[in-house]
């Protein structure tokens, strides 16, 4: 993760950490797969923001809109699995960046305090009374089930999904689904990365999920059945909606939600290694490097999915791009959200060793990596940047961390200054930043917190109140601070 850039002065204190979930990768060595990805199956720190760039919400689902063509799934040929260790990452300084002239954005809810004032906030544990361990270790994702229950699932990367409620103190966590015998936890950034429920939940019992799998080496995006009875999910209830092949166990991406349209979004890295060796940030036929758009409930119980006839490369030849793309150019968007009062949907990309970077995502935008890492040329200066889209906001990768974690607009009502303020961290340094952007402009930009936390990421509960899920193994709330 790097460090954030915006047109404006503020310091940033920074701590050192291990980097467990994108390592430095110069030393991997692995042996790519050719057809992985074609295939369906300091001290202190300076943020500084950049000049706006043209932004777009999600479209609202229509009704009558016919999809195209469904398609199939299928795995791309084995390929030899490296683990990546944790690398030590030395104290960085920070930069926030906010991004480049566009159209602007939908008008921003009223806010209940000046634009440009951010208030301070706090991390406390959201459940005290859970024993140390009790939902398991090396957490990747915390979300509310939306059936009114106010009970909430948390990730742990393992392959197991567990439950536990909201509404009263927990004793303890029931287990709701366990994959773990079918996810590949055999790269530091394999496993079960991401689960979204269907918006329809409440009536079909339906989730998503995104997991890694071996032999050969893939990313998985699966449909489950819970049963509310039981009050947990049938493993063998799997249907497989997507596969892509892996070449390298690393950049896998991970994230998967559903947004205002009602479409499934689905991010997916460049494919590991170190630099995007193969191109597929850029190349538009390969799902890799990019956020997926597609339906994967037309059809009824069918496995597979369909492509929404309004995606951005819809009536060009797949030799050229595939249909599934929404956007593109991007390193490994670990974790994205969509902002739920205007529509707009943020993602925290990786950054290779110099920018991490949190962009605004548009209908068939491209967020330049390779050619780009964040604002910068990558490799060659100077670089043809026409065409690719900026970040709203960068900042160093190893000033202050090692890998930014995409996080979301509060809309919740506990912390009202709060309100129109998009929460990210550094996984590494555990600091939490926020930034204010009001019609496609940042209007201000903040270190909000220092923690000892390894933040692998935020998670919303119906409410719109803020979570962070950490490695050591515990979930905690934003609060107000002092």
């Keep these: 993760m790097r460090s954030l850039l915006i047109f404006m002065t503020v310091p940033v204190v920074l701590a050192a950490c291990t980097n467990v979930l994108d390592p430095a990768e110069s030393p991997v060595d692995v042996t790519p797969s050719p057809a992985a990805g074609s295939t369906r199956v300091a001290a202190s720190a300076t943020p500084t923001v950049l000049p706006p760039s043209a932004t777009a919400t999600v479209p609202v689902r229509a009704t009558a809109t016919a999809p195209s063509v469904p398609r199939a799934t299928a795995t791309a040929p084995p390929t030899a699995t490296v683990p990546v260790p944790p690398t030590a990452v030395a104290p960085p300084t920070a930069t926030v960046v906010v991004s480049p002239t566009q159209a602007p954005a939908p008008t921003s809810p009223a806010i209940p305090v000046p634009g440009n004032v951010i208030p301070p906030i706090a991390v406390v544990p959201a459940f005290p009374s859970l024993n140390d361990g009790a939902l398991g270790r090396r957490l990747l994702y915390f979300a509310e089930v939306p059936d009114g229950s106010r009970r909430a699932v948390v990730v742990e990367q393992a392959g197991r999904v567990r439950l536990l409620s909201l509404a009263s103190p927990p004793s303890g966590a ?198 780009m890492e964040g604002a910068h040329c990558y490799r060659s200066t100077p670089c043809d940047m026409s065409g690719l889209i900026p970040p709203v906001v960068e900042y160093p990768t190893r000033e202050p961390g090692c890998a930014v974690t995409g996080g979301y607009v509060y809309r919740g009502a506990s912390i009202p200054g709060l309100a129109g303020v998009y929460l990210y961290a550094d996984f590494c340094s555990g600091i939490i930043w926020g930034l204010r952007r009001i019609d496609g402009r940042v209007v201000a930009a903040r270190q909000l917190l220092d923690t000892d936390l390894q933040i692998s990421s935020f998670g919303q509960d119906l409410a719109g109140e803020l979570y962070i899920t950490a490695f050591d193994g515990r979930v905690y709330r934003i609060a107000g601070g002092r």
Excluded at 259 to 273: C, K, W
């Design 174 to 371: 029931e287990l709701f689904l366990d994959i773990s015998d079918r996810v590949s936890t055999q790269g530091n950034e394999e496993g079960l990365l991401g689960l979204a429920f269907d918006p329809d939940y409440a009536h079909n019992g339906r989730f998503y999920v995104h997991y890694s799998a071996t032999n050969p080496r893939r990313s998985v995006i699966s449909r489950f059945v819970a049963d509310a009875a039981a009050g947990r999910a049938d493993p063998a209830s799997e249907q497989v909606v997507l596969e892509v092949g892996q070449p390298f166990s690393n950049h896998n991406g991970g994230m998967i939600d559903f947004g205002p349209d009602g479409y499934l979004y689905v991010a997916l890295g460049d494919g590991g290694s170190g630099g995007d060796p193969q191109g597929n940030g850029q190349n538009l036929a390969t799902l890799l490097g990019s956020i997926l758009r597609i339906d994967p409930g037309r059809g009824g119980a069918r496995q597979g999915y369909s492509v929404p006839n309004d995606n951005p490369f819809v009536g060009r030849p797949a030799t050229e791009a595939l249909t599934e793309i929404w956007a593109y150019g991007f390193r490994n968007p670990f974790r994205f959200s969509f902002d739920r009062s205007t529509g707009e949907l943020w993602a925290g990309d990786v950054g290779q060793n110099a920018w991490e970077e949190v962009n605004v995502v548009t209908k068939g935008g491209n967020y330049g990596w390779n050619v």
